[in-house]
C-alpha cells in the first residue's frame, strides 16, 4: 500500500477542489520509475520501450523519453502515436494480424515490425525489409507461468498468439527466415523475473538453434519492474545472459512498470443507498467506463484510507453511477461514516484506465491533470458532452 500512496499528500492538497472524476499523473512518480528502467538499460545495454497500450498519455512522453528507448505500439494507430509524441526513440509494432490498407502507414512510421504469423510475415515481409524496416516474429514458447488469469495468459491453451515451434517446423521456410531480424516473445503479466527466467529457459529450449541467426530478441512486457520487492538484479542477469548467449540486443516493452502507481483516481460519493444491511456508496466513477480492468480481470482497486474487505469498523460497496448492475469497484471498510461528497481516491489509476475509458450511459470523460514536480495541478484535457456525441453520428 505504501508503495501505491507515496507522495499522496501533495495530491490532495493540489486537487482539493477539483470536478470529479479525473485523474491525476504524478510527473514525479513517473520519473521515480523511469529512473528504475533506466538504470536497467545502463547496467545491461538493454533498450526499454513504452508498451503504449498501458499509458499512452504523451503530454507525459517528453519526462519519460529522457529515459527509456521508445514506444511500443498495438497497431496502426499508437504506432502513429508514439512517431509523433516521441519522435526521438524506436517505433515498434506488434500486431495480431496487419490489414492490407494500413500496412504501408505502418512501415513508414515503425522502426520494427512484428508479425504474429509466417503467413503475415511472408505477406508482408518483402515490402517492409525493402522499406529497410527491421523484422520479428513473435514466438510462443508454450510455457504459462500464471494462474487465474487465463485473458491475460498469451500460451493458455489454443492461444492465437505467437507462433509455436510445430508450426514454425511445418511453416518457415528459408525465403521466410531470411526476412527475420529478430524474435519477439510476450508471456508474461504483472510478474517477477522467477517467470521470466522459467520463460527464457523455455524459449532457448524449443528456438535455441535459431537465435544466433538473430540481431534482436524482444522480450515482451508484464515485467513488474517497477514494483517494490522486484528482483532487478536477476531480471540484469536474465538480459545479460540472452545478449552474450546469441549475441543480441535485448528489447523490453513493459507498459504497467512504466506507469505503476503513477496515477490517482479521484472521485466523489453522490448517495448512499441500503439493501439487505448493506451500504452501497454511489460514486461519480465508474468502473464499466473509468476502470474496466476492475471488471475484466478483475480485482479490487486500491483505495487511500481505507481497506478492501470488512475488516475495519465502517463498510460499504463502492459503486458507479451508471445503470449496470454489475457496476461494482468493490467492498471498503472506513475508520468514519461515509457522506455524500467526500472525496475518494483511488490509487495505481494511471495504467490501462485512460486509453480504455468509454462513454457508455453518456458518462463523461473524465479530465486528466498533470501534478507538477512544483505540486501545482495542471489540467490537461477539456472533456465534454462533444466527445461523448461525436462517436455516435454525422454531426
Ligand atoms: C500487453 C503487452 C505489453 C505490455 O504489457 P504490460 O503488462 O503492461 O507490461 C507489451 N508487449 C505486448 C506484445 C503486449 O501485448
Known amino acids: 500500500m505504501d508503495q501505491v500512496f507515496d507522495g499522496v499528500s501533495s495530491v490532495l492538497k493540489a486537487c482539493q477542489g477539483l470536478k470529479t472524476p479525473c485523474y491525476v499523473i504524478d510527473e514525479k512518480k513517473l520519473e521515480r520509475n523511469a529512473e528504475v528502467l533506466a538504470s536497467v538499460i545502463s547496467h545491461t545495454g538493454c533498450r526499454i520501450l513504452l508498451a503504449q497500450k498501458a499509458f499512452s498519455n504523451y503530454d507525459f512522453y517528453p519526462l519519460i523519453s529522457g529515459y527509456i528507448s521508445g514506444t511500443e505500439a498495438s497497431g496502426l494507430f499508437e504506432a502513429k502515436l508514439g512517431k509523433e509524441e516521441m519522435p526521438e526513440g524506436e517505433v515498434h509494432v506488434?500486431?495480431?494480424?496487419?490489414?492490407?490498407?494500413?500496412?504501408?502507414?505502418?512501415?513508414?512510421?515503425?522502426?520494427?515490425?512484428?508479425?504474429?504469423?509466417?503467413?503475415?510475415?511472408?505477406?508482408?515481409?518483402?515490402?517492409?525489409?525493402?522499406?529497410?524496416?527491421?523484422?520479428?516474429?513473435?514466438?510462443?514458447?508454450?510455457?504459462?507461468?500464471?494462474?487465474?488469469?487465463?485473458?491475460?495468459?498469451?500460451?493458455?491453451?489454443?492461444?492465437?498468439?505467437?507462433?509455436?515451434?510445430?508450426?514454425?517446423?511445418?511453416?518457415?521456410?528459408?525465403?521466410?527466415?531470411?526476412?527475420?531480424?529478430?524474435?519477439?516473445?510476450?508471456?508474461?503479466?504483472?510478474?517477477?523475473?522467477?517467470?521470466?527466467?522459467?520463460?527464457?529457459?523455455?524459449?532457448?529450449?524449443?528456438?535455441?538453434?535459431?537465435?544466433?541467426?538473430?540481431?534482436?530478441?524482444?522480450?515482451?512486457?508484464?515485467?513488474?519492474?517497477?514494483?517494490?520487492?522486484?528482483?532487478?538484479?536477476?531480471?540484469?542477469?536474465?538480459?545479460?545472459?540472452?545478449?552474450?548467449?546469441?549475441?543480441?540486443?535485448?528489447?523490453?516493452?513493459?507498459?504497467?512498470?512504466?506507469?505503476l502507481n503513477a496515477g490517482y483516481?479521484?472521485?466523489?460519493?453522490?448517495?448512499?443507498?441500503?439493501?439487505?444491511?448493506?451500504?452501497?456508496?454511489?460514486?461519480?466513477?465508474?468502473?464499466?467506463?473509468?476502470?474496466?480492468?476492475?471488471?475484466?480481470?478483475?480485482?479490487?482497486?486500491p483505495l487511500l484510507n481505507a481497506s478492501a474487505g470488512s475488516s475495519k469498523q465502517y463498510v460499504y460497496t463502492l459503486a458507479g453511477p451508471t445503470c449496470l448492475s454489475g457496476d461494482v469497484i468493490g467492498q471498503y471498510g472506513f475508520d468514519a461514516e461515509l457522506k455524500t461528497g467526500d472525496m475518494l481516491v483511488f490509487g495505481d489509476m494511471a495504467i490501462y484506465t485512460t486509453c480504455k475509458n468509454n462513454t457508455f450511459n453518456g458518462m463523461p470523460l473524465p479530465d486528466l491533470y498533470r501534478l507538477k514536480e512544483d505540486g501545482r495541478a495542471e489540467r490537461l484535457t477539456d472533456f465534454g458532452y462533444s466527445d461523448f456525441k461525436r462517436r455516435l453520428g454525422s454531426s
Open 94 to 259: 506488434f500486431s495480431a494480424a496487419y490489414r492490407d490498407d494500413e500496412i504501408s502507414e505502418i512501415i513508414s512510421c515503425a522502426d520494427h515490425i512484428v508479425f504474429n504469423s509466417i503467413y503475415q510475415l511472408k505477406k508482408f515481409g518483402p515490402a517492409a525489409k525493402k522499406a529497410g524496416r527491421s523484422l520479428g516474429l513473435r514466438i510462443n514458447p508454450e510455457c504459462s507461468t500464471q494462474e487465474g488469469h487465463e485473458i491475460y495468459d498469451p500460451c493458455a491453451a489454443g492461444s492465437r498468439l505467437g507462433v509455436t515451434r510445430g508450426i514454425w517446423d511445418r511453416e518457415m521456410t528459408p525465403e521466410a527466415i531470411a526476412l527475420l531480424d529478430g524474435i519477439h516473445f510476450h508471456t508474461l503479466c504483472e510478474q517477477g523475473s522467477d517467470a521470466l527466467e522459467i520463460t527464457l529457459r523455455a524459449v532457448e529450449e524449443k528456438f535455441g538453434d535459431i537465435l544466433p541467426q538473430m540481431k534482436w530478441l524482444n522480450m515482451g512486457g508484464g515485467h513488474h519492474i517497477t514494483k517494490e520487492g522486484y528482483d532487478v538484479a536477476r531480471l540484469e542477469k536474465l538480459l545479460i545472459y540472452a545478449k552474450e548467449k546469441w549475441d543480441v540486443q535485448v528489447y523490453l516493452e513493459p507498459g504497467e512498470a512504466v506507469a
Open 265 to 301: 483516481l479521484l472521485s466523489r460519493v453522490l448517495d448512499v443507498v441500503e439493501n439487505s444491511g448493506v451500504k452501497i456508496a454511489i460514486l461519480d466513477a465508474s468502473a464499466a467506463c473509468h476502470m474496466p480492468d476492475v471488471i475484466e480481470m478483475p480485482y479490487t482497486p
